[in-house]
């Protein structure tokens, strides 16, 4: 083999050099572990000195500092494992009452980092376990940097007697509630979290009566959460939320729930969100654009607070593109809604 040698740089004249003496001695030596280690040893310099390049004196000089343009490959992307576990917390209310939630930090993150957080609530009947299998927030929170909180409404309702005690055992006490029960444990375990941790913008999302909880935060003339995304389910009444600020407020609902039907209970779910609309300030007219096959966006223009819905044609009471969940009707796997939620609360 010929090699230019006056055509070398200094660094290419050094890697072809030891390449010389490692061929030299693999002639005098037989012994198959040496001549591995001395290939190492060649394949670790070239490597080591192809990252230098040489300036006018023939002097190798360190590479650029500057960073190279951060990219991502498809195959990163579908081999995520989750980072960390959740932690399963219990939580004492100043009344005294004893609750649950998950807590889970995003990988990488250290005591002195700081992070958004995430509310996500479960619908009634579930779990704050099921809903964090079904809505998939861990990879994204992972990759944005989120904190991510998944309380529970299992209790006792503390009166039995009551017509939707049953369904408050399980559910939210949010829309037709007596009390605040479960506005003050969220209101307590907000003020916890921001005080162990450096806490950023706080975010509420829930499964259909995870999303009447959400309205009911979004309602609060004062609330600790920037923007509010229910899905399945929403409300406004006028007399708990009319004297709100604006709200930052997006919604999810497929034309074939049979659970919460898109046609409502009194009001359709069209005209829950006008009259989000109208809160917010927006133009009267919505407009809409297909973001896919079955999926429409409702959207209105002009607002104090961004207001807008999707219409999942054909879907059921489900999570758009959520994990599987027993009880739960079937979901498009075109989208994700958990991706389009946090879009909506980091603009």
């Known amino acids: 083999m010929y090699f230019d040698v006056s055509a070398m740089s200094f660094a290419s004249l050094l890697i072809w050099e030891k390449s010389r003496q490692i061929f030299r001695r693999q002639d005098r030596h037989k012994h198959r572990q040496k001549n591995c280690q001395q290939t190492l040893l060649f394949l670790l310099l070239s490597f080591a000195l192809s990252g230098c390049s040489v300036n006018g004196s023939g002097v190798p000089v360190p590479p650029s500092s500057a960073r190279p343009a951060a990219t991502q490959s498809n195959s990163a992307a579908n081999s995520y494992s989750p980072g960390r576990p959740y932690e399963s917390r219990t939580f004492i209310t100043r009344a005294g009452d004893r609750r649950h939630y998950l807590f889970r930090l995003p990988a990488g993150f250290e005591q002195d980092s700081c992070a958004d957080v995430i509310f996500d609530f479960h619908g009634a009947g579930s779990t704050a376990e099921r809903e964090f299998r079904y809505s998939g927030f861990a990879a994204l929170a992972d990759r944005e940097g989120i904190i991510l909180v998944h309380p529970d409404a299992n209790k006792i309702y503390i009166d039995p007697q009551h017509r939707l005690a049953s ?181």
């Not at 209101?187 to 162990?196: G, Q």
């Not at 796997?333 to 958990?338: F, G, I, K, M």
């Open 167 to 347: 369904y408050w055992d399980n559910a939210w006490e949010a829309n037709l509630r007596e009390r605040n029960y479960d506005l003050n444990f969220i209101l307590e375990l907000v003020d916890t979290i921001k005080a162990e941790h450096c806490a950023q913008d706080f975010f509420a999302t829930g499964m259909s009566a995870g999303g009447d909880m959400v309205s009911a935060l979004a309602c609060l003339v004062d609330t600790p959460f920037k923007a509010f995304a229910p899905v399945t389910y929403r409300y406004y009444n006028d007399a708990e939320c009319g004297a709100a600020g604006p709200r930052p407020l997006l919604s999810f609902h497929g034309d074939a729930d049979r659970t919460v039907p898109i046609e409502g209970f009194g009001e359709p779910m069209s005209e829950v969100m006008r009259r989000w609309a109208t809160h917010n300030s927006c133009d009267r007219q919505a407009f809409t654009q297909r973001i896919s096959t079955n999926v429409l966006r409702y959207y209105w223009r002009n607002c104090a607070a961004e207001t807008e819905w999707y219409l999942i044609e054909g879907d059921g009471h489900a999570w758009l593109g959520g994990g599987s969940s027993a009880g739960i009707e079937r979901e498009t796997e075109e989208l994700s809604a958990s991706e389009l939620i946090w879009d909506f609360f980091k603009q």
